[in-house]
């Protein structure tokens, strides 16, 4: 299974940006997805996640400018990022609990993408 995520850049303060992370491979089943980010010298943080469900949570830095969403039909998660700011500089890493028939559950890391927020 692999996660591969897309959609960084580099964009202004108050921009917008779009991330997907699409899972493929032997898929049975997806659970929780994420997003995670770490900024230099910080330790990897929560951004949101999302249950099979769409029930959603959001870090407080983020809660009213991002939304996470999904397409369960492709595997895919997204985030959709409003408003950035200089602070939301990091790296990204989606996340991903995958089922499998045997009712075992396995995490899975993309590659990350690198968000630049700058003037």
């Known amino acids: 299974v692999q996660l591969q995520a897309s959609g960084g850049g580099l964009v202004q303060p108050g921009g917008s940006l779009r991330l997907s992370c699409a899972a493929s491979g032997s898929i049975f089943s997806i659970k929780d997805m994420g997003w995670y980010r770490q900024a230099p010298g910080k330790q990897r943080e929560l951004v949101a996640v999302?249950?099979?469900?769409?029930?959603?949570v959001y870090a407080d830095s983020v809660k009213g400018r991002f939304t996470i969403s999904r397409d369960n039909a492709k595997n895919t998660v997204y985030l959709q990022m409003n408003s950035l700011k200089p602070e939301d500089t990091a790296i990204y890493y989606c996340?991903?609990?995958?089922?499998?028939?045997?009712?075992?559950?396995?995490?899975?890391w993309g590659q990350g993408t690198l968000v630049t927020v700058s003037s």
């Open positions: 996340n991903a609990f995958l089922g499998s028939a045997g009712a075992q559950v396995y995490n899975y």
């Open positions: 999302i249950n099979s469900g769409g029930s959603t």
